[in-house]
């Protein structure tokens, strides 16, 4: 190689290359074009061709290592254009050292001339994810690689292909190299690997890579096997290392040396994006998710048809054609590992099996608030503020490509807002744990959590579809109305005349309810208030009360203080204190009461119009009744007249 | 064990067919084919009557001088036709009708992929290895 080098160097700009350089370039030459030549399979003529120090890299490979160099495509193609191989249409030895001259130039911030080759200069550095035993260059590199590598993999098809395909080179070359050798010294460089991307550029590079077709793979299955090990773990500890600290990488690596299949190890970050992901498809996660269910699912990862059927053979060990969470957990893990461009392996992995995947992760994160958050926008519908929040939570997590640490972070965040205060966060539950058993604690706590500030029940108040009365609005009525409200769910609607309660509702002592529609939030109060008070003396108004979200008995404990004012009558007076004992922002409360003055006026009308109706059916009948009663008594006379005659 | 193991569909038409690679293949379909008449008639002879009590197994269809055929169907009219060499006479019915069963086992898993439409090919590398294990003896 060196003499090939020396020798053409005659074609092309002049190259004086030290003993290091040499060796390196024509190392990295003979990767590229074994990498070609692998990858295309055999070549007796390209092996020839190497021999006679006369081969030519393939571009690809030579592509992905200059891009490994992390220079930009522009310097790139000026390197490309310098060294002569576009002129020449291939890379030979020349241009490839040349090549290789001018981006070590280019690395030292030189620029990209001719004339910068001619200079010492130092190895040029190229970001492989490959160990760095066989590389012994980019061990600096890989410190600030990734940032820029992610990029590439995102823009470039294959490119996991090539690294494996380099690599697997490297393999071959290196069958002494154990594969548990290698994890120990990669783990150190993931380590390095800085917070870049979030799940959402690899999802994006999921959409961009086309699956490889694995048959082609099929020989170098064992080799594939180490390879793996060594090389495999990168783009999963980006994964990895996207979400979590980098402590958290540690404690799974140093777990890792049991398998040398780091590939196939789920993290703790993925095992909780994926019950994430199995939630949003099935509530309960202990049960299975379907088959249809789970096609429709994976066949969003547009992986084809053949693959995700022998990802679900891989995944499926009973056989049922139904996902448990293990199950699911290992084909949504070997879906991304076949995005990322690994050959799906023969057989499941052992980190993999559904028995080692439930003992491993015994109790996911059930805590995470997510998951409170799914049970309680499931279970609870009177937190709708939260609902609000949690939905658009369910719909971006059930999202296959979108979903982004940064949308699972923020949901957890903002979802931690919004609940810390009204609930406390479940501690780790236990993955068997029903959704029930958090649905009823789900409940009372927002019972219970109700009376603890006046905010939240000011939110939740909000969110049903009439707001809640505010107890600082000075209607004389609303505080006494509310409480004849809720002391009086039996009285009948007879009280209030015409119209009976709603069933929905119950009945509620309705004529002093419509100018408390306002101050309906205030249930408390209205517990302890003397039912009778309000509903006699109030004006007969009745059923706007009715339309009142069957929460408002919930609220009976939002206000103790307002039990005071029992005593109020309904006068204006009352209402003053009422609306005093709570603070609440008024302008809400005014609007709401407007509502609620509407809202009555129009049932007012109403009644009145159907009162109308009827006063009108009444006389028409009426006026029948006459007519008949005339007719009747023309009939008798008639009667009478004739009768003497027979009777005579 | 088996020479050629082939899966018919409802219709009649091969939904998987493997024979080993030594012999003409286009024997084997042939023998495949031709044997289909056979499993019809068999299946009509048991009559409407028996339609639920019917057995699986079919036992020999037919015999060459080089091979026999077996044949097997399900409730759901998928064949499965097994031809074995002549030769190889230590294999009994019992042997027979556990590769059936095995076949139906792997099929029904098959079945069972969400990713497998009923009417494809069947591409399903588990069951490949499971023909070959199948297959692997004939020496």
Not at chain 1, 72 to 94: D, M, N, S, W
Not at chain 1, 114 to 122: A, D, Q, T, V
Not at chain 1, 128 to 151: C, T, W, Y
Not at chain 1, 618 to 639: F, M, T, Y
Request: net charge neutral; hydrophobic share 30%.
């Amino acid at each position: 190689m060196e003499a090939a080098a020396g020798g053409g160097c005659g074609s092309g700009p002049s190259l004086l290359l030290s003993d290091g350089e040499q060796q390196c370039y024509s190392e990295l030459f003979a990767r590229c074009v074994g990498a070609a030549s692998g990858g295309q399979g055999p070549g007796p003529a390209e092996a020839a061709r190497v021999a006679s120090g006369t081969a030519s890299a393939a571009a690809g490979p030579v592509a992905d290592l200059f891009r490994a160099s992390q220079l930009p495509a522009e310097t790139l193609h000026q390197i490309t254009e310098l060294c002569g191989a576009k002129r020449v249409g291939y890379f030979g030895p020349t241009q490839f050292y040349v090549a290789l001259k001018l981006i070590a130039a280019a690395q030292s911030g030189l620029p990209v001339r001719i004339e910068s080759i001619k200079c010492e200069l130092p190895l040029p550095r190229f970001m492989m994810s490959k160990n760095d035993g066989e590389m012994r260059f980019g061990n600096p590199a890989e410190l600030h690689g990734s940032k820029v590598q992610i990029p590439y993999l995102t823009t470039e098809k294959n490119s996991f292909k090539r690294m494996d395909d380099e690599e697997k080179q490297q393999e071959t070359q290196s069958p002494t190299m154990s594969p548990l050798a290698s994890p120990p010294s990669s783990p150190p460089h993931y380590q390095r690997v800085p917070l870049s991307h979030g799940y959402s550029k690899l999802r994006s590079s999921m959409e961009q890579m086309h699956p490889v077709p694995y048959e082609g793979r099929q020989p170098l299955v064992q080799p594939e096997g180490t390879s793996f090990g060594v090389s495999g773990a990168k783009p999963l500890r980006h994964q990895a290392s996207l979400i979590r600290s980098f402590s958290v990488e540690r404690e799974l690596q140093d777990n890792n040396s049991n398998y040398p299949d780091e590939p196939w190890r789920i993290t703790e970050e993925q095992r909780e994006y994926y019950i994430n992901q199995f939630r949003s498809l099935q509530p309960d996660p202990s049960s299975f998710i379907s088959g249809s269910v789970a096609k429709n699912f994976f066949t969003k990862s547009k992986l084809s048809i053949p693959e995700l059927s022998y990802i679900w053979e891989l995944s499926d060990a009973d056989c049922d054609g139904a996902l448990t969470l293990p199950e699911f957990c290992a084909a949504f893990h070997l879906i991304v590992a076949r995005k990322n461009g690994y050959p799906l392996p023969e057989g499941l992995p052992p980190t993999l099996q559904p028995e080692y995947l439930q003992a491993a992760f015994p109790k996911p994160k059930w805590e995470c608030a997510l998951f409170d958050s799914y049970s309680e926008s499931m279970l609870t519908n009177q937190q709708a503020c939260d609902l609000n929040g949690m939905e658009t939570s369910v719909k971006d997590m059930a999202d296959f490509p979108a979903p982004t640490q940064d949308v699972t972070g923020d949901d957890k965040q903002a979802l931690k807002s919004t609940l810390t205060e009204a609930l406390p966060k479940d501690v780790p539950e236990d993955p068997a744990t029903p959704k029930d058993s958090n649905s009823l604690k789900a409940r009372p706590r927002s019972r219970s959590y109700s009376s603890t500030s006046i905010e939240e029940a000011m939110k939740r108040g909000e969110d049903p579809p009439t707001p809640p009365p505010r107890p600082q609005k000075t209607h004389s009525r609303a505080s006494s109305l509310d409480l004849n409200k809720v002391f009086q769910p039996s009285v009948p609607a007879t009280k209030s005349g015409l119209l009976p309660p709603p069933p929905a509702l119950p009945p509620r002592p309705c004529p002093s309810q419509q100018p408390e529609q306002v101050s309906e939030a205030e249930l408390p109060p209205q517990l302890n208030r003397a039912p009778s008070q309000a509903a006699e003396s109030s004006p007969a108004k009745k059923d706007v009360s009715y339309s009142q979200p069957p929460s408002k008995p919930i609220r009976r404990k939002f206000r103790p203080e307002n039990q005071s004012t029992e005593s109020q009558e309904p006068s204006t007076a009352v209402g003053g204190p009422a609306s005093g004992a709570t603070v609440k922002p008024h302008p809400t409360v005014q609007k709401q009461s407007s509502k609620q003055k509407k809202a009555i006026q129009t049932a007012i009308r109403k009644n009145k119009e159907a009162n109308a109706v009827l006063a009108r059916l009444n006389s028409e009948l009426q006026q029948q009744l006459k007519e008949v009663h005339q007719e009747r008594i023309a009939l008798e006379n008639q009667l009478e007249q004739l009768r003497p005659v027979t009777v005579l | 064990m088996a020479v050629c193991i082939a899966v018919i569909a409802k219709e009649n038409y091969p939904l998987y067919i493997r024979s080993t690679p030594m012999e003409n293949e286009l024997k084997f379909h042939y023998m495949v084919h031709t044997s289909l008449d056979v499993v019809d008639e068999k299946i009509s002879a048991m009559g409407k009557a028996l339609v639920d009590q019917r057995e699986l197994y079919l036992g020999l269809l037919y015999p060459t001088e080089d091979y026999k055929v077996y044949g097997y169907v399900t409730n759901s009219k998928v064949k499965f036709v097994m031809v074995v060499d002549s030769s190889n006479t230590a294999l009994r019915d019992n042997e027979i009708r556990s590769m059936f069963r095995k076949l139906h086992n792997s099929y029904t898993d098959v079945m069972c992929n969400p990713f497998y439409n009923p009417g494809d090919r069947i591409q399903s590398r588990v069951f490949d290895n499971m023909v070959t294990s199948m297959m692997i003896q004939v020496c």
